[in-house]
């Protein structure tokens, strides 16, 4: 399995931002799709954002026009930048990758980061 480390997050106040970022191993060559899920308390997982290889993105309605996700290929790294941030969007973040396949624009994931704690409070 493919070592996703992540990083950032935190407290911050609505209307506030953040930026976490994920890294994968050096010893993956090839990353495909990579993305952010999220899992707020009693809910399912949801997909935050996802970007292709070769830049192109999808976000689900809700973050539109203030979740930025970008990437840096050569450093096997992946953003989520989060601005005017709503208690709504307090959850823990997972970064992922799809190492294994390329399945654009329905990547099949196959890889998972730790998870980071975004609270955001009213």
């Known amino acids: 399995q493919v070592q996703l480390t992540q990083s950032g997050g935190g407290l911050v106040q609505a209307g506030g931002s953040l930026r976490i970022s994920c890294a994968a191993s050096?010893?993956?060559?090839?990353?495909?799709?990579m993305g952010w899920f999220r899992q707020a308390p009693g809910k399912g997982r949801e997909l935050v954002a996802a970007?292709?290889?070769?830049?192109?993105?999808n976000y689900t309605d809700s973050v539109k026009g203030r979740f930025t996700i970008s990437r840096d290929n050569a450093k096997k790294t992946v953003y989520l930048q989060m601005n005017n941030l709503k208690p709504e969007d307090t959850a823990v973040y997972y970064c992922?990758?799809?190492?294994?396949?390329?399945?654009?624009?329905?990547?099949?994931?196959?890889?998972w980061g730790q998870g980071t704690q975004v609270t955001v409070t009213s």
């Open positions: 992922t990758a799809e190492v294994f396949g390329s399945t654009w624009p329905k990547p099949e994931f196959d890889s």
């Open positions: 050096e010893t993956i060559f090839n990353i495909n799709a």
């Open positions: 970007i292709s290889a070769r830049g192109s993105t």
